[in-house]
């Protein structure tokens, strides 16, 4: 079963940091894009970034691109998130996902939480 937890989310000034953790486990994810979405209050889930498992090749929405940074390390099965420069508008719950075109696999974890304050 697989599973994806995030961790690292928390309260931070407009203009701090925070890196968000993503623990995969119960598969292997060789061929999976694995990215990031997040849902502020009343919006919809939007995209964040991503990054292959394989090759490490990332993208990243025009809105954190600059700001924010994607890794991950295979070793740990564990993808990163690097927020620089928060802004409020950045305050969301941060969802992981693992997604793989063929054969169809979609995994999501719960989600963690981020508040930047004025």
């Known amino acids: 079963q697989v599973q994806l937890v995030e961790s690292g989310g928390g309260l931070v000034q407009a203009g701090g940091s925070l890196r968000l953790s993503c623990a995969a486990s119960?598969?292997?994810?060789?061929?999976?894009?694995m990215k990031w979405f997040r849902q502020a209050p009343g919006k919809e889930r939007e995209f964040v970034a991503r990054?292959?498992?394989?090759?490490?090749?990332?993208y990243y929405a025009d809105s954190v691109k600059g700001r924010f940074t994607i890794s991950r390390d295979t070793a740990k099965n564990t993808v990163y998130l690097q927020l620089n420069m928060l802004k409020p508008e950045d305050t969301a719950v941060y969802y992981c996902?693992?997604?793989?075109?063929?054969?169809?696999?979609?995994?999501w974890g719960k989600g963690t939480l981020v508040t930047v304050s004025s």
């Open positions: 996902n693992a997604h793989r075109a063929i054969p169809s696999m979609d995994y």
């Open positions: 119960g598969g292997t994810f060789s061929g999976f894009a």
């Open positions: 990054i292959s498992w394989g090759g490490g090749s990332t």
